[in-house]
Every structure is written in C-alpha cells, then in structure tokens.
T-cell receptor, first 110, second 113 residues
Framework: GEDVEQSLFLSVREGDSSVINCTYT??????LYWYKQEPGAGLQLLTY?????DMKQDQRLTVLLNKKDKHLSLRIADTQTGDSAIYFC??????????FGTGTRLQVFP | NAGVMQNPRHLVRRRGQEARLRCSPM?????VYWYRQLPEEGLKFMVY????????ESGMPKERFSAEFPKEGPSILRIQQVVRGDSAAYFC???????????FGPGTRLTVL
C-alpha cells in the first residue's frame, strides 16, 4: 500500500530537541522530504534527503535516513514556539507525485 | 518572483453547486499538481498536469472532478455537483520540471453546506 506513517502528536518544552519519526513504504523513493504546515497555511519545504545519504544537517534541522527499515526522522534542535506546526514527511516512489504521511502535530510549550 | 497563487482562498458552496478552483503557477513553471487535504488528514495527490496535458490523474475521483491547465491562464480544478464530503483544503503546487521541487500555494478551503 501507499501509507506513510507518522505519530500524530508531539509535545516538547521550549529549548529541548524534537524528534519526529516517519515510516515510508517504497524503497525506490529517490528523495524524501519534510514539510511544515502552519495553521491555515500551505506547505513549506523544510529539507529533503537523497536516498543514498543517511544523514543531512541544515542549521537546527537534522534528517536521519535508515533505508533498511524505511525509517526517516527529523530532529529540531533548540525547539522554539515558532516551530509549533504540523510536520509532514513525503516520498516520491518512482513517480512524480508526492505521497505524504499523516502529519505530526508539534506543540512547543514554554 | 511571486509564489504559487490560488484563488479563492475560501469558497462556500451549497450541495449540488459547482466549485472552480484556480491555481497560477510560479513564473517559468509548466508543471502543476493538485492535492486535497481532508480535515485532520495529510495531503492526497489528485492530478498532475503539464501545459495542456493531463499526465497523471490517478488520484482524481472518477466522477464530478476535472482539471485543466490551458496554454494561457491558470490551472482550474472543477468540482461539479458538490457534496459535503468535498469539503477540504485543496492545494496546488508547481514545479519547473518533472522531477523538480514542488512549490505549494496557500490552498483553497472549500466548505460545502
């Protein structure tokens, strides 16, 4: 099937690290993406990782990829209240369309 | 360079009416994708178009839904005889190439009364 799975909620304290997990379905996906959606807004591409990499770091964001387990994670260091949003992982399983996960709602409290 | 534009941002229709959603891609982008987000769910692919051609419509419901991307003007997603289950946020994305990054618009939120 084409179900990309994520946990629904994550709550963290401001300043802590957040780790959002994703299990994708198709090992042929060339790129894997993380998008952020703020309330009432569209999607913003945060970062992506090429399938032949196992880690990518971009400022406060670290993406880890375990191809064997089809597991993708996004770590946000020093989480801020402005990071509160819904985070979607997405894969491109050999096609042009994006297959999105169910989304993880991140809530940051002071 | 303006981003992807969608209008209207909010659309209210009664059951049985038609909804027309518009998407203007970024300048220089000839590839357009439509996605639907039902309440509390992720985005689901609907259709992929390249100027005047439908490339992949595997996510489009078989009836009442159609999409076009004419040579001139925006891409249109048309929903005929809307039902309550069509209430959702509809997002458009554009890309400069078939496997390029997709840039998303702000979405159109359709409410069917």
């Amino acid at each position: 099937g084409e179900d990309v799975e994520q946990s629904l909620f994550l709550s963290v304290r401001e300043g802590d690290s957040s780790v959002i997990n994703c299990t994708y379905t198709d090992s042929s996906s060339t790129y894997l993406y993380w998008y952020k959606q703020e309330p009432g807004a569209g999607l913003q591409l945060l970062t992506y990782i090429f399938s032949n990499m196992d880690m990518k770091q971009d400022q406060r964001l670290t993406v880890l990829l375990n191809k064997k387990d089809k597991h993708l994670s996004l770590r946000i260091a020093d989480t801020q209240t402005g990071d509160s949003a819904i985070y979607f992982c997405a894969e491109t399983p050999g096609t042009d369309k994006l297959i999105f996960g169910t989304g993880t709602r991140l809530q940051v409290f002071p | 360079n303006a981003g992807v534009m969608q209008n209207p941002r909010h659309l209210v229709r009664r059951r049985g009416q038609e909804a027309r959603l518009r998407c203007s891609p970024m300048k220089g982008h000839s590839h357009v994708y439509w996605y639907r987000q039902l309440p509390e769910e992720g985005l689901k692919f609907m259709v992929y178009l390249q100027k005047e051609n439908i490339i992949d419509e595997s996510g489009m419901p078989k009836e009442r839904f159609s999409a076009e991307f004419p040579k001139e003007g925006p891409s249109i997603l048309r929903i005929q005889q809307v039902v309550r289950g069509d209430s959702a946020a509809y997002f458009c994305a554009s890309s400069p190439s078939r496997d390029g990054e997709q840039f998303f618009g702000p979405g159109t939120r359709l409410t069917v009364l």
